[in-house]
């Protein structure tokens, strides 16, 4: 048995290295004041960042913006990939192309794309312009409303492909046999449907939140600076404020929520939705 | 007891197939102990898949492993090929502790029960594969795989693909791949259980002859209890992962050491014993109904709960009963014509309902007349009546 | 008909989101054809000369140089080190759940966060602003995608096979390089298409990293963009939308996309 882990050894050991490595000495740095001037322990950091309620603020924002762009994949996703699994046929790949587009191509590109269009002379403001719809140009760039649209985009495909996961396993027949039992479209959604596609939601949710509080460049770009967001906030501090202490707990905050999310949510949601 | 063959049978195949070692005799290992399978214990945590196994299989001798699934059977057969490591015990092939070797130091030929034929190469390339292992000129490779496949009556197809084969052409396959490396011990995991019937004894038959012609000792597992009488030499049965008995198909059919043997191997009138007496020198056992009959005590038999078998075939009805030691009347309750054999079931007043196998042909010529509810004789003599463990 | 008619809805609703998700990519591609150095759509008169004007600018140039021949370099490494753990993970391994995690993870931990982790290590080690510390972690976020495509690729191979290979003679090595390296190849090549791609276009953990030093395309664009867009930076995102999109075309092809993006366990 030892001769065939040794396989493992190599990989292992790189993840080890340059992944736990990093992870080790970004929690110690945390647990330090003052770094990179000087290596003092403590747990100012975390104080700060847990009591001052200017670094709440931040936390608390990018909690909810996480909430706001997880709940709009939601509700724009699930009716999506609700098509692709039952109805799309031979737009199914086609649209999967579509789907993974915005995954597979990076987050500038992207962002170029809406900055040519949300811009105040741009594709957008210049059409309702025209049309006569608006007089002065819409400010949509640098605003939040630009930078939750371009999460949007990005983490869309999260969630339709793991709600497309479920509902493809499930058998179609079993919503037939509550449509057989009399049940309404509505009713068969709500008392069959959702509950059995339940695991694809929670699993899609908890994915677009971590990945949306985690995004950087992204809310930067689209949304502007005044963005009370951690991704910016602990970038100024490693940047321009030489506070990496800070930015290290900061950065510890943010993993802990993204870790606890992923671990705890969709245990939590299966056992809710079972009892 | 023992019906060992030792490869005499081996008559001289211009194939090039004969194994290697085959004349040389001075090497030649106790030809009883050619595969020895000592004391193999098997964990998975504290579950047993094997425990306490110990076959010796003589050379050119071909052993069934029988047993329901769960058995251990399987497990055996792959910590015999090298697959798994017996938690305990060893196992020897010709004279070597082999326990430690990797599969690729045995020089064995295995057949997989889904045959594991390399989808990506051809026929060819896939019997050529072992050769090529063991570095076996080009020349003499395309020789080789020529005779094997020739072998197995599969010539002319060598650059097929093994989706393009049918289910027995792939079996062929297999079997000329596992062969073509003149293996010490050729293995066969269920290899027909995914063949149709005709094809399946088809296969047996081939794979029996080849064996034979070979001299090849060979080991199979299978739960078909038809194919393990058909092929074998020797039979083992396994029973949760423990030999339950082992010995020619007669023997055991003849002479089962406990009711999962004697069950096992198809026999129909099994009935626990209440209590056994000796009187006069015959033992007699008494069923629960407190219906007694004479019967020859298995020399298997010990302590604990005991059962008797009666040999459907060994009881006789009518005028035929009249002689016989024990008799009893009995209503008939069902009648299955079954070709050659009708069975029938009997309930035996005051005792428990038989099954009765009478050849068709011979049958006495009230058979034919019998209705259902009908009243009739029947009868049979102590030895058989068969005491075994429970 | 009142199926029917939501049916319709749903599809109408459905193309509608395909419209959004590709609304972006499809702007900056179109726009990178458009002959005026204003950023709109192309109507009458199509044009490549800002892709003339990009194969002139030496800052282009040499980003194009350097992420193309870092990507491939990234996709070799991230490939062999995933899918030799992957394949001791699905063959060896009974209980899998913390190993997997360790080479999964580092898809799902906030970018942010990861990010300065990086920064802080390489710090630590003098190593900020080096093209190594780019490759380096870079590999780190391509292995996970080669540790999934490769793993189901392998679970594909039934374990027979490689026994049936030993059996005849073959070491562990030996049967793995014959059979059931051949057999993955659709997979290997996935994933390091996928390596390749990821290498390409990630910028957030190279602008830590690297601070803007190591020029890839994306902090290239990045760069750009400070000074307003114009139809060139368009025309540099556009070979990246255009190799992306081959890629994804050449995955559906090949392994089902659905199956190989899925970061679900």
Same mark, same amino acid.
């Given at each position: 048995?030892?001769?065939k882990?040794?396989?493992?050894a190599?990989?292992?050991?790189?993840?080890a290295?340059?992944?736990?490595g990093?992870l080790?000495s970004?929690?110690?740095?945390?647990?330090?004041?003052?770094?990179?001037?000087?290596?003092?322990?403590?747990?100012?950091?975390?104080l700060?960042v847990i009591?001052?309620?200017?670094?709440?603020?931040?936390l608390?924002?990018?909690?909810?913006?996480?909430?706001?762009?997880?709940?709009?994949?939601?509700?724009?996703?699930y009716?999506?990939a609700?098509?692709?699994?039952?109805?799309?046929r031979?737009?199914?790949?086609v649209?999967?192309?579509?789907?993974?587009s915005?995954l597979?191509?990076?987050?500038?590109v992207?962002?170029?794309?809406?900055?040519?269009?949300?811009?105040?002379?741009?594709l957008?403001?210049?059409?309702?312009?025209?049309?006569?719809?608006?007089n002065?140009?819409?400010?949509?760039?640098?605003?939040?409303?630009?930078?939750?649209?371009?999460?949007?985009?990005?983490l869309?495909p999260?969630?339709?492909?793991s709600?497309?996961s479920?509902?493809?396993?499930?058998?179609?027949?079993?919503?037939?046999?509550?449509?057989?039992?009399?049940?309404?479209?509505?009713?068969?959604?709500l008392?069959?449907?959702?509950p059995?596609?339940?695991?694809?939601?929670?699993?899609?949710?908890?994915?677009?939140?971590?990945?949306?509080?985690?995004?950087?460049?992204?809310?930067?770009?689209?949304?502007?600076?005044?963005?009370?967001?951690?991704?910016?906030?602990?970038y100024?501090?490693?940047?321009?404020?030489?506070?990496w202490?800070?930015g290290?707990?900061?950065?510890v905050?943010l993993?802990i929520?993204?870790?606890?999310?992923?671990a705890?949510?969709?245990?939590?949601?299966?056992?809710?939705?079972?009892? | 007891m023992?019906d060992?063959?030792?490869?005499?049978v081996m008559?001289n195949?211009?194939l090039?197939?004969?194994?290697?070692?085959?004349?040389?005799?001075?090497?030649?290992?106790n030809?009883?102990?050619?595969?020895?399978?000592?004391?193999?214990?098997?964990?998975?945590?504290?579950?047993?898949?094997?425990r306490?196994?110990?076959?010796?299989?003589?050379e050119g001798?071909?052993l069934?492993?029988?047993?329901?699934?769960?058995?251990?059977?399987?497990?055996?057969?792959?910590i015999?090929?090298g697959?798994?490591?017996?938690?305990?015990?060893?196992?020897?092939?010709?004279?070597?502790?082999v326990?430690?070797d990797?599969?690729n130091?045995?020089?064995?030929?295995?057949?997989?029960?889904?045959?594991a034929?390399f989808?990506?190469?051809?026929v060819?390339k896939?019997?050529? /594969?072992?050769? @090529?292992?063991?570095?076996?000129p &080009?020349? %003499?490779?395309r020789?080789r795989?020529?005779?094997?496949? +020739?072998m197995?009556?599969?010539?002319?197809?060598?650059?097929?693909?093994?989706?393009?084969?049918?289910?027995?052409?792939?079996?062929?396959?297999?079997l000329?791949?596992?062969?073509?490396?003149?293996?010490?011990?050729?293995?066969?995991?269920?290899?027909?259980?995914?063949?149709?019937?005709?094809?399946?004894s088809?296969?047996q038959?081939?794979i029996r002859?080849?064996?034979?012609?070979?001299?090849?000792?060979?080991?199979?597992?299978?739960?078909?209890?038809d194919?393990?009488?058909t092929?074998?030499?020797?039979?083992?049965?396994l029973?949760?992962?423990?030999l339950?008995?082992?010995?020619?198909?007669?023997?055991?059919?003849?002479?089962?050491?406990?009711?999962?043997?004697?069950?096992?191997?198809g026999?129909?009138?099994? /009935?626990?014993v @209440?209590?056994?007496?000796?009187? &006069?020198? %015959?033992?007699s056992?008494?069923?629960?109904?407190?219906? +007694?009959?004479?019967?020859?005590?298995s020399?298997a038999?010990?302590?604990?709960?005991?059962a008797?078998?009666?040999?459907?075939?060994?009881?006789?009805?009518?005028?035929?009963?009249?002689?016989?030691?024990?008799?009893?009347?009995?209503?008939?309750?069902?009648?299955?014509?079954?070709?050659?054999?009708?069975?029938?079931?009997?309930?035996?007043?005051?005792?428990?309902?038989?099954?009765?196998l009478?050849?068709?042909?011979?049958?006495?010529a009230?058979?034919?007349e019998m209705?259902?509810?009908?009243?009739?004789?029947v009868g049979?003599?102590?030895?058989?009546?068969?005491?075994?463990?429970? | 008909?009142?199926?029917?008619l939501?049916?319709?809805i749903l599809?109408?609703?459905s193309?509608?989101t395909?419209?959004?998700?590709?609304?972006?990519?499809?702007i900056?591609?179109?726009?990178?054809f458009?002959?005026?150095?204003?950023?709109?759509?192309?109507?009458?008169?199509?044009?490549?000369?800002?892709?003339?004007?990009?194969a002139?600018?030496?800052?282009?140039?040499?980003?194009?140089?350097?992420?193309?021949l870092?990507?491939?370099?990234?996709?070799?490494c991230?490939?062999?080190l995933?899918?030799?753990a992957?394949?001791?993970?699905v063959?060896?391994?009974?209980?899998?759940g913390?190993?997997?995690?360790l080479?999964i993870?580092?898809?799902?931990?906030?970018?942010?966060?990861?990010?300065?982790?990086?920064f802080?290590?390489?710090?630590?080690?003098?190593?900020?602003?080096?093209?190594?510390?780019?490759?380096?972690?870079?590999?780190?976020?391509?292995?996970?995608?080669?540790?999934?495509?490769l793993g189901?690729?392998?679970?594909?191979?039934?374990?027979?096979?490689?026994?049936?290979a030993?059996?005849?003679?073959?070491?562990?090595?030996?049967?793995?390089?014959?059979?059931?390296l051949p057999m993955?190849?659709p997979?290997?090549?996935?994933?390091?298409?996928?390596?390749l791609?990821?290498?390409?276009d990630?910028?957030?953990?190279?602008?830590?990293?690297?601070?803007?030093?190591?020029?890839?395309?994306p902090i290239?664009?990045?760069?750009?963009t400070?000074?307003?867009?114009?139809?060139?930076?368009?025309?540099?995102?556009?070979?990246?939308?255009?190799?992306?999109?081959?890629?994804?075309?050449?995955?559906?092809?090949?392994?089902?996309?659905?199956?190989?993006?899925?970061?679900?366990?």
């Amino acid at each position: 048995m030892m001769t065939k882990v040794r396989y493992l050894a190599i990989p292992t050991a790189f993840m080890a290295v340059f992944f736990l490595g990093p992870l080790l000495s970004l929690l110690t740095i945390s647990f330090t004041e003052g770094y990179p001037l000087g290596f003092m322990p403590s747990i100012n950091s975390y104080l700060h960042v847990i009591f001052d309620s200017y670094y709440l603020e931040y936390l608390l924002t990018t909690i909810a913006y996480g909430l706001i762009v997880t709940v709009l994949c939601l509700l724009i996703g699930y009716p999506f990939a609700y098509y692709m699994a039952r109805y799309a046929r031979a737009s199914y790949n086609v649209m999967l192309v579509a789907l993974v587009s915005p995954l597979l191509i990076g987050v500038v590109v992207r962002t170029v794309g809406w900055t040519i269009l949300f811009g105040s002379s741009g594709l957008f403001n210049q059409t309702l312009l025209a049309l006569g719809i608006i007089n002065t140009p819409l400010q949509i760039l640098y605003t939040p409303l630009a930078s939750t649209i371009g999460m949007v985009q990005v983490l869309l495909p999260f969630m339709v492909l793991s709600i497309i996961s479920v509902l493809s396993n499930m058998d179609a027949s079993v919503e037939e046999a509550a449509c057989s039992l009399g049940a309404g479209r509505l009713t068969v959604f709500l008392r069959v449907t959702l509950p059995l596609s339940i695991r694809g939601v929670a699993s899609g949710c908890v994915l677009v939140f971590a990945l949306t509080i985690g995004a950087y460049l992204t809310p930067v770009l689209l949304g502007g600076g005044k963005s009370r967001l951690m991704s910016p906030l602990i970038y100024q501090e490693i940047n321009s404020l030489v506070d990496w202490s800070l930015g290290a707990a900061l950065s510890v905050v943010l993993l802990i929520v993204g870790v606890t999310t992923m671990a705890i949510v969709p245990r939590l949601v299966m056992r809710i939705w079972r009892t | 007891m023992i019906d060992v063959r030792n490869g005499t049978v081996m008559v001289n195949i211009p194939l090039g197939l004969n194994r290697a070692h085959g004349s040389s005799s001075s090497t030649k290992p106790n030809a009883a102990g050619f595969l020895r399978v000592k004391d193999v214990c098997r964990q998975f945590d504290s579950i047993f898949a094997t425990r306490n196994v110990s076959i010796d299989i003589a050379e050119g001798e071909f052993l069934v492993m029988l047993g329901p699934s769960g058995s251990g059977k399987t497990t055996l057969l792959r910590i015999i090929a090298g697959f798994e490591t017996a938690t305990s015990g060893a196992i020897e092939i010709r004279g070597r502790d082999v326990s430690r070797d990797p599969p690729n130091k045995r020089n064995i030929g295995v057949v997989f029960q889904n045959l594991a034929l390399f989808p990506h190469l051809t026929v060819f390339k896939n019997v050529a /594969f072992g050769l @090529e292992m063991r570095s076996v000129p &080009n020349d %003499e490779i395309r020789v080789r795989v020529r005779e094997a496949l +020739e072998m197995v009556r599969l010539g002319g197809m060598t650059e097929r693909l093994p989706s393009q084969l049918s289910g027995g052409q792939q079996q062929r396959v297999a079997l000329a791949r596992a062969l073509v490396t003149r293996p010490d011990i050729l293995l066969l995991d269920e290899p027909l259980s995914a063949l149709d019937r005709d094809l399946r004894s088809e296969m047996q038959y081939e794979i029996r002859r080849i064996q034979q012609q070979l001299g090849i000792t060979a080991v199979m597992v299978t739960h078909d209890q038809d194919e393990a009488m058909t092929m074998g030499d020797r039979i083992a049965i396994l029973c949760d992962g423990q030999l339950s008995q082992i010995g020619a198909a007669e023997d055991i059919y003849s002479h089962p050491n406990s009711a999962f043997v004697a069950r096992f191997m198809g026999a129909a009138n099994i /009935f626990p014993v @209440e209590s056994t007496k000796m009187q &006069n020198g %015959e033992t007699s056992a008494r069923l629960a109904s407190g219906f +007694e009959t004479t019967a020859i005590v298995s020399p298997a038999t010990a302590e604990g709960s005991l059962a008797v078998l009666i040999r459907p075939e060994d009881i006789a009805i009518g005028d035929a009963a009249a002689d016989m030691r024990n008799r009893a009347q009995a209503r008939v309750v069902d009648q299955t014509y079954l070709g050659a054999f009708t069975r029938l079931v009997v309930d035996i007043d005051g005792g428990p309902n038989l099954a009765v196998l009478l050849p068709s042909r011979s049958r006495p010529a009230r058979l034919g007349e019998m209705r259902l509810e009908d009243r009739i004789a029947v009868g049979w003599n102590s030895d058989a009546v068969l005491v075994v463990p429970a | 008909m009142k199926g029917n008619l939501s049916k319709k809805i749903l599809a109408g609703y459905s193309w509608l989101t395909v419209v959004f998700l590709v609304l972006p990519q499809a702007i900056v591609f179109l726009v990178s054809f458009n002959p005026s150095s204003r950023l709109v759509i192309p109507t009458s008169e199509w044009t490549l000369k800002w892709y003339a004007a990009l194969a002139e600018n030496e800052e282009f140039t040499t980003s194009f140089l350097i992420s193309f021949l870092m990507a491939p370099f990234v996709a070799v490494c991230a490939v062999i080190l995933g899918g030799v753990a992957a394949y001791a993970v699905v063959r060896f391994v009974s209980r899998p759940g913390l190993i997997e995690a360790l080479f999964i993870a580092p898809i799902l931990l906030p970018v942010t966060a990861l990010s300065v982790a990086m920064f802080l290590f390489f710090h630590t080690l003098g190593m900020t602003n080096t093209i190594a510390a780019v490759v380096i972690s870079h590999v780190v976020i391509a292995v996970p995608y080669a540790f999934r495509t490769l793993g189901s690729s392998i679970r594909g191979v039934n374990t027979y096979l490689e026994e049936a290979a030993m059996s005849l003679g073959a070491s562990r090595v030996t049967a793995v390089r014959r059979i059931t390296l051949p057999m993955i190849r659709p997979g290997i090549a996935a994933a390091a298409l996928f390596c390749l791609i990821v290498s390409l276009d990630e910028i957030t953990v190279t602008l830590f990293v690297g601070g803007r030093q190591i020029k890839t395309v994306p902090i290239q664009i990045f760069d750009q963009t400070e000074y307003g867009l114009s139809p060139m930076v368009a025309a540099a995102s556009s070979i990246l939308i255009v190799v992306s999109t081959l890629v994804i075309l050449f995955l559906i092809k090949t392994i089902g996309l659905d199956n190989a993006y899925s970061l679900k366990r």
